[in-house]
């Protein structure tokens, strides 16, 4: 798939019905695709932002007995079945042993196609932190660690600075300008209307 193909997926999955009105923005992105010429090495990044609407543990579920039997105890009667986890192949330096729900079986496919990564226990940092010192309230914490709406700010704006304006991916899009200087399609679309990730200087969303 080219980039051409994908826009128009985006758009005509937001544009809807006719009658449900296509913006005259998004009508003028579809005709600038159709004029754009194809090119084979493509790529993009696509962000799917659940805001905390994930449940990570029966998403990525321990296999090894001990880790499972963890797991089974926390989760109760929501745990997934071990026998139907399907399993994940990883190399050594892998610390756990993990599986995806038989629900996922094409997420499990495409991991194994290395199409897929998986990038866990990650979240905003002022510094490296140990529990010990967060114990002992000697850590540089991000600011309002526990607060939600502040944590999802500031994983779209690649930082720790609460009152930065932009996002990362509206920043990366400043910095690419030069490789799209003549085009109607912007570098950032949303099909969610305007947010703090794709949020940049100089570039429109």
């Not at 105890?73 to 929501?78: D, G, H, K, S």
Request: net charge neutral.
């Amino acid at each position: 798939m080219n980039r051409r193909d994908i826009l128009k997926a985006m758009l005509l999955s937001g544009v809807g019905a006719a009658t449900y009105g296509a913006t005259a923005s998004q009508l003028r992105m579809l005709n600038a695709m159709s004029q754009q010429s194809r090119f084979d090495d493509y790529k993009a990044i696509v962000c799917i932002f659940l805001y905390g609407g994930n449940d990570s543990y029966n998403m990525l579920i321990p296999t090894d007995a001990s880790d499972y039997s963890i797991y089974a105890n926390v989760r109760q009667n929501l745990a997934i079945d071990q026998e139907s986890v399907l399993p994940l192949t990883t190399n050594s330096i892998t610390p756990y042993a993990t599986g995806l729900p038989n629900s996922m079986a094409a997420v499990e496919q495409l991991f194994h196609q290395q199409q897929l990564s998986f990038i866990t226990n990650v979240g905003p940092l002022v510094e490296p932190t140990t529990k010990s010192s967060i114990l002992a309230k000697t850590a540089n914490l991000p600011p309002q660690l526990f607060s939600h709406n502040d944590q999802q700010k500031l994983w779209m704006k690649g930082n720790n600075d609460l009152t930065q304006l932009t996002g990362w991916a509206g920043r990366m899009a400043d910095l690419l300008s030069d490789v799209n200087p003549t085009s109607s399609i912007p570098l950032n679309l949303s099909m969610a209307g305007t947010n703090v990730l794709q949020t940049a200087n100089m570039q429109p969303m």
